[in-house]
């Protein structure tokens, strides 16, 4: 089934350093989405990325999408404790007739104030 | 509109009992997956519902199974259960497919 690999696994950040997580496929991508989970909460949709080269930003957030759709990053701008959580990217894998959404393993953020 | 709703929250069984958990999608989704969440293995796919008809299975033994009513609401039923099988349950709903998937809180299942 559909690979994908995402790190780090952990970063710990002090307060207002910058975060990135990255995601890795070997094969060429439909779309990519990015959720973030809360310690002790569920998922949240963040963002989804379609196109070659997609760039979108909220807020203090960069999203990236590979040129070859073979890769995601999701940067954080001068994290805040408010970032704290883990950040999955998911994507999305058509087969017959079904579709599956796989889950990379997750960068868990430490933010130290 | 109100999210996505999975009953119980918190669950406690004991080997080679069964356990049933609920899931009831954001009114107007029509598609439920359910995932498994595991220090260890991360988010794990379980199955996916559309319309009643289960749509794709992911790699879980035959003890997993899952349902889905007419009203979209969805259950999904473990036998058996093994100790390996605590982990939190994450139902997620979505309008159909390649768009985001809103999630539940989950329920927390404890096998001891």
């Known amino acids: 089934g559909q690979q994908v690999m995402q790190i780090p696994q952990y970063q710990h950040v002090q307060e207002g350093e910058d975060f990135t997580t990255y995601c890795n496929s070997s094969?060429?991508?439909?779309?990519i989405q990015w959720y973030k989970q809360r310690p002790g909460g569920h998922p949240v949709f963040l963002i989804q990325?379609?196109?070659s080269g997609e760039v979108k930003k909220q807020k203090r957030l960069t999203f990236q999408f590979g040129e070859a759709k073979k890769n995601s990053s999701l940067h954080i701008t001068a994290t805040q404790t408010t970032d704290v959580g883990t950040y999955f990217c998911?994507?999305?894998?058509w087969g017959a007739g079904s579709y599956q959404l796989t889950f990379g393993k997750g960068t868990k953020l430490s933010v130290i104030p | 509109k109100a999210g996505v709703t999975q009953t119980p929250r918190y669950l406690i069984k004991t080997r080679g009992q069964q356990v049933t958990l609920s899931c009831s999608p954001i009114?107007?989704?029509?598609?439920v997956s359910w995932y498994q969440q595991t220090p260890g293995q991360g988010l794990q796919f379980l199955f996916e519902?559309?319309?009643?008809?289960?749509?794709n299975k992911g790699n879980f033994p035959g003890r997993f199974s899952g349902r889905q009513f007419s009203n979209s609401r969805s259950e999904m039923n473990v036998s058996t259960l093994e100790l390996g099988d605590s982990a939190l349950y994450l139902c997620?709903?979505?309008f159909g497919q390649g768009v985001e998937a809103f999630f539940g809180q989950g329920t927390r299942l404890t096998v001891v």
């Open positions: 997620a709903s979505s």
């Open positions: 009114s107007g989704h029509r598609s």
């Open positions: 519902y559309f319309s009643e008809t289960q749509r």
């Open positions: 094969t060429t991508l439909s779309n």
């Open positions: 990325l379609v196109k």
């Open positions: 998911a994507v999305g894998v």
